[in-house]
């Protein structure tokens, strides 16, 4: 039995299955090593990332910055009490105060970006003494309880009862609007709407709306101008506070430091996790000093055994001085312009990509049978990625394959952007060819 067989028929007796995007089965490949923006498998067959892993190695694979400051770390302190300081907690707090926007100054550090997003909403809860939460419907927050009950975009099936008092908004999805309307003439009806629902549902105890700023898992939905804006009106006319989901927006990946700043919001908080920790899984989640001040008054606590390990930490450090001082915000524009270029160039050969979106290295396609119809096209979108992975391209399908997300890593050169949209001609050319006509 060759190398790939053995691991596999042992993860098929060891390892638990039901992964993401596994797809249920146990297969190959098995992945052994990465650097910038490729990964190796057991075969020594090599793949270009765009998926940057689990999107965690947005800065690409084993920086060299980020594995330094791991072996610094590995010499020093890995783990400390969680609840005593460490240097590199402190530093961190100090580095992150300093890229997020204005007044958010206050940071706690966990590991996932369930657990921020969990931490979000409860100090949103104990600040504001009410517990009802509202995300639009498009939303991935995590698959912890209280993030899983505010994720609308899937993953809910067969999870029993979620907890009470999360409700959904109507997700500004303008490319196929729930309320029939067109961007600007609408003047934001799915807000309006949304708003007027969760009034009449309302037990008089709101807390907080959990947004993306751009839906990734929903199928990296862009909302309209002006829309976090309004919502952000809406929120303080309720006395509910806002809570920014950046982890996959964040810290340079749109091109911007947040993506928040091109809409001129400042929310009442921000969760970061994903390249934060540049592979190495830390979150965070930053408030105002005047909330934090008025929960912890409250008693307010949540840490876990790993929350501000020197180890994850220092990756956290590693990560924000390669964001700040490698000019990432730029380089990720940069790299999404030339592939948004591919891809418009792509949508000129082929009628089925209806729409491109996103920015920075965050981007997606929306596959659909013809553009008239705008029917969603699943199956040439898992025929495309089918063909792109054999090949050795990863990135990911969303909307039930309708919707190509790629995440190319910070890293990539043009001529890897180039050789990614030629595979992608090249498998549409072979998935329509052998469509039944
Ligand atoms: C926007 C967003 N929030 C939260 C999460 C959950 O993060 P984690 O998987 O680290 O718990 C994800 C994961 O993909 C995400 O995309």
């Not at 991935?140 to 993953?155: E, I, K, N, P």
Request: negative net charge; proline residues 5%.
């Amino acid at each position: 039995m060759d190398q790939e067989a053995d691991l596999l028929a042992r993860a098929r007796r060891y390892s638990f299955g039901g992964r993401m995007d596994g797809g249920g089965g146990v297969a190959g490949p098995v992945f052994v090593s990465g650097s910038g923006s490729e990964v190796e498998d057991v075969n020594g067959k090599r793949y270009l990332d765009f998926n940057a892993g689990q999107m965690c190695a947005a800065l690409g694979h084993n920086h060299p910055t980020v594995t330094a400051a791991i072996k610094r770390a590995c010499d020093t302190l890995i783990h400390a009490h969680s609840s005593h300081f460490n240097i590199e907690e402190i530093r961190l707090a100090e580095r992150l105060a300093g890229v997020m926007p204005g007044g958010l100054d206050k940071s706690l550090f966990l590991q996932s970006g369930s657990e921020a997003n969990e931490a979000a909403v409860a100090i949103a809860r104990r600040y504001t003494g009410g517990y009802e939460v509202a995300s639009p419907h498009v939303s991935f927050h995590g698959l912890s309880d209280t993030a899983r009950s505010l994720t609308f975009a899937g993953w809910r099936d067969g999870q029993g009862a979620l907890p009470a008092g999360n409700y959904a908004l109507i997700a500004p999805y303008c490319y196929r609007c729930p309320l029939r309307q067109s961007f600007p003439a609408c003047n934001y009806a799915c807000l309006d709407a949304s708003f007027e629902l969760l009034d009449a549902q309302s037990t008089g105890r709101p807390a907080a709306v959990l947004t993306e700023p751009l839906f990734s898992a929903g199928g990296v939905i862009e909302p309209p101008p002006g829309w976090l804006r309004r919502l952000h009106e809406l929120c303080r006319a309720r006395g509910m506070l806002l809570i920014l989901d950046e982890e996959q927006t964040g810290l340079g990946k749109l091109g911007t430091m947040f993506a928040c700043e091109t809409e001129g919001v400042t929310p009442d908080l921000i969760t970061v996790a994903k390249h934060f920790g540049g592979g190495v899984g830390i979150s965070a989640v930053t408030t105002t000093a005047e909330i934090e001040e008025t929960v912890v008054a409250r008693g307010f606590t949540v840490t876990h055994s790993h929350s501000n390990d020197p180890l994850a930490c220092a990756a956290g450090n590693a990560s924000l001085e390669v964001i700040e001082n490698e000019n990432v915000p730029a380089r990720a524009a940069a790299i999404g312009t030339c592939f948004k270029g591919h891809l418009a160039a792509l949508a000129q050969r082929w009628e089925q990509i209806g729409d491109v979106r996103g920015r920075g290295i965050l981007i997606g396609i929306e596959l659909v049978e013809d553009r008239h119809s705008r029917r969603p096209a699943h199956a040439l979108g898992r025929a495309v990625h089918r063909y792109c992975f054999e090949r050795g391209l990863i990135f990911s399908l969303r909307r039930n394959g309708s919707v190509l997300r790629f995440v190319p890593p910070v890293s990539t050169s043009e001529a890897q952007l180039d050789r990614a949209a030629a595979l992608l001609d090249a498998a549409f050319a072979a998935a329509l060819s052998t469509r039944p006509q």
